[in-house]
Each structure stands twice: as structure tokens, then as C-alpha cells.
Nanobody
Framework: QVQLVESGGGLVQAGGSLRLSCSAS????????MAWYRQAPGKERELVAG???????NNADSVKGRFTISRDNAKNTLYLQMNSRNPEDTAVYYC?????????????WGTGTLVTVSS
């Protein structure tokens, strides 16, 4: 079992910066890829950015050049640095982790943190 807890959300003005954190606990040795997703009101959940255990990243086109995903494997923590925010970034942001064991893969999710960007 892996538990994920997001933090750092809140209300920010457009153009500002914010950093989200996701702390993993439990059987963290099985974690491989981690990612940030978001779900805006009335929309489906979408991938924001992902990062492999080795640090290779992949960002959605909508956040390229503005958001940076990173992870500290020693601290079992995932980060999302968000710069140049705009109101379209308003959403609940979720942390996810893929746990790989001999039994296969399993996805774990945090409960989300709300980020609101005011214009």
C-alpha cells in the first residue's frame, strides 16, 4: 500500500507562482513513475506532467514552459512548480504513483489539493 498526500494548494493571482508537494508513505520502494493530474470544474481529469524514477519528465502542452515537475526519491516527495499561472489552471490537482511489484502494477492517488487562480 502507498499513501499519497498533496499540499501547497490555495488561492493565487494570475501570473504568480506556487509549488505543490506530494508526500508518499507506506511501501514507497515499489514506486516507479509519478505524475500530477488536474481536474477543472466540469471537465475530465487530465495529465499535467509525469516523471520516471530516473527523472525523465513529460509535460502536457498546456503547461510546457510554465510548470516543472521534479521528485526527491530520498524524501519520497513529488513536486510541481507552477509559474505564470492563469485562471485556466484553476483545478483540483492530484498526485499519482505507479507501484510495480511481482504481482503487477497498481496506481495510487492522493485526495487532491485545490488551486484557484484569480484574474
Amino acid at each position: 500500500q502507498v499513501q499519497l498526500v498533496e499540499s501547497g494548494g490555495g488561492l493565487v493571482q494570475a501570473g504568480g507562482s506556487l509549488r505543490l508537494s506530494c508526500s508518499a508513505s507506506g511501501n514507497t520502494d515499489c514506486i516507479s513513475t509519478m505524475a500530477w493530474y488536474r481536474q477543472a470544474p466540469g471537465k475530465e481529469r487530465e495529465l499535467v506532467a509525469g516523471i520516471t524514477e530516473g527523472g525523465t519528465t513529460n509535460n502536457a502542452d498546456s503547461v510546457k514552459g510554465r510548470f516543472t515537475i521534479s521528485r526527491d526519491n530520498a524524501k519520497n516527495t513529488l513536486y510541481l512548480q507552477m509559474n505564470s499561472r492563469n485562471p485556466e489552471d484553476t483545478a483540483v490537482y492530484y498526485c499519482s504513483a505507479v507501484c510495480v511489484t511481482w504481482g503487477g502494477k497498481r496506481d495510487y492517488w492522493g485526495t487532491g489539493t485545490l488551486v484557484t487562480v484569480s484574474s
